[in-house]
């Protein structure tokens, strides 16, 4: 028969075993073995479902069996150490599966250090001085964790794509997985771009992962430094993957924004989504993919919040997403037409500004934004008459001065104002005789 074998430098403490809650590590957020439970519920299982194991001690086996005891008018088959009896039962841990027995021993395994794993015959069950040993049958359970092993644990073989103090970061070949010192903690359906080893996450006694996904991705992303993964990351990312669709970069209540990093790794280009590039690529406009990086819209929105000036793509109060290009010669008759209002008396406000573009809506033709004191002008102008784009300037002028908005009663009646004083004023009516 097989075995697997997990050992560790350093020398269990067997009463730690038999006390509950019995563990050095409780203080240590960085070690998996912080609850004084996970041996219990090992042996636990094993004995409940009849594996065979043994454990060593240096070269001195540690004797694990059962006894019944009948309390209270029920059955309990406690667990006894070396003949003394503990207060462990094989009912704990009914919920555990194979692969969480090893994650314990594994787990504790790497907190003590220089683990390592194998398959060995029952021949070379044996224990090894100045170390801790633990065998266990190979059922077809027990063999499907070990020919699983790099989905369970990560190795130190395998090189991060990028690590911090804080974090290992892995690209991803499936479903999300996090782990803790490379113990796997969570997993989720959703196909991800990378697999995250976060050192100081939040487990339960299950080893269970216990805090928020997304909480703590935008945090491990947000502040990754290195700008080749950044680059990686940009040009990658997708809607189909958890950090594309799922994760809120635009938090209301979350202050955290992008480090200067990315916005080094960006400097030169910018960023627009995919649904605002593929309404622009239907109206058969072409994004200039060296200038500009399609993004999914949640990032994009966390971008252009932390960086001023990154999207390819500027907001217009009440209006769809605008994607700027310039066009010297709409320019030229915008301001051909601000000279012609000029010389009638009539001023354009000289704080106002003008960007040219493509609205997302097509029925928008120009939109001014209070906020911004800008002036956003639809390309299609540049096959309209002067005439046409002094309409345009004077009432996104009154907009500005009047914060007066469409269609609304109030803009109507100033316009009719407007026009009637011009009429009384080329007559010259003095309405106050």
Known sequence: MKYLRISNKGI????????????????DTYKLGQFGTGMKYTFAYLLRN?????????????KIHTKYERIS???????YINNE?????????????????????????LDEGTASYSLVDQKDTIGKSGFTSFYIGLTPEILEVYNNWNK???????????????????????????YKQGILIHELKQESLFNYDIKHTPINELREFKGSVEYELIKVLMNITDTDTIRYFLENVTENHYEGKDIDFDYGWYSQKFNSAWEETLKGVKVIHKKAAEKLKNRGIKIDEAANII?????????????DGIGALRVSKAVNDFFEIYNEKLHDKVMKAKGILEKTGY???PELTFTYGIFGDKKVLAKVDLDTKKVYISEKHIDTDIFSICTMLIEENEHFKTGFTDES????QHFINLYANSILEKASVDLLN
């Open 12 to 27: 269990l403490d067997i009463k730690l075993v038999a006390l509950m809650g019995g563990t050095t590590k409780g203080n």
């Open 50 to 62: 009849n594996i065979e194991f043994n454990l060593f001690i240096e070269d001195k086996e540690i």
């Open 73 to 79: 008018d029920m059955d309990f088959n406690i667990i």
């Open 85 to 109: 009896k503990t207060s462990i039962t094989t009912n704990m841990g009914l919920d555990w599966e194979a692969w969480m027995i090893i994650r314990e021993l594994w787990s504790n395994a």
């Open 152 to 178: 369970y644990f990560i190795s130190k073989s395998v090189e991060p794509i990028y690590e911090s103090d804080v974090v290992r970061i892995f690209p991803a070949k499936g479903p999300l997985q996090l």
């Open 295 to 307: 993004v999914p819209e949640k990032l994009y929105k966390g971008l252009t919040k932390s960086f």
């Open 347 to 349: 001023y354009i406000e």
């Open 409 to 412: 009663r109030a803009f109507q």
